[in-house]
């Protein structure tokens, strides 16, 4: 059974509680649980997780690189700042899919550029949760 590894960066904790005109009405557990859903559906695993710390989002590409098991990220502002995302991703050859709620083009400046898209496999974004579905789909009906 494939395992897909969901990693979500700094405060996403908050979403649902703050910003819904930008990132909807949904907690980050609703999006879990309708992930988990979709996943048991099509036979998949799914490690789900949520982290402020750069380092813990480094160290979980780094794992799931090495096991050879693909990741959805949602790096959240991390996405324009962090380096050590990219080389993490570049280095365990880790397969990622980048996913944001927002369409972060239609937004400010300082979020136009990833740091993550020239070493994704894909870029899905603008969709709110639906983001998060559409990349599961991508890499389990083997369109990534
Ligand atoms: O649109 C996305 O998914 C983002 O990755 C979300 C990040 C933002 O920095 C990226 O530019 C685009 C922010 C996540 C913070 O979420 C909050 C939710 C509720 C209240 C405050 C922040």
Not at 25 to 36: G, K, S, W, Y
Not at 57 to 74: C, D, M, R, Y
Not at 122 to 138: K, N, T
């Amino acid at each position: 059974m494939k395992t897909v590894h969901v990693l979500n960066g700094p405060n996403l904790n908050l979403l649902g509680t703050r910003e819904p005109g930008t990132y909807g009405a949904q907690t980050l557990a609703q999006i879990e649980a309708d992930l988990r859903a979709r996943a048991a559906a099509l036979g998949a695993d799914l490690v789900f997780k949520q982290s402020n710390q750069e380092g813990d989002l480094v160290t979980w590409i780094q794992e799931a690189g090495s096991a050879g098991q693909p990741i959805i990220l949602n790096a959240a502002a991390y996405t324009h700042t962090s380096i050590a995302i990219h080389d993490a991703i570049r280095g365990a050859k880790a397969e990622v899919i980048e996913v944001h709620l927002s369409n972060v083009h239609a937004r400010e400046h300082f979020r136009h550029h990833s740091y993550i898209s020239a070493v994704a496999k894909g870029v899905i974004l603008g969709f709110g949760p639906m983001s998060y579905r559409l990349a599961l789909e991508a890499l389990l009906e083997g369109a990534a």
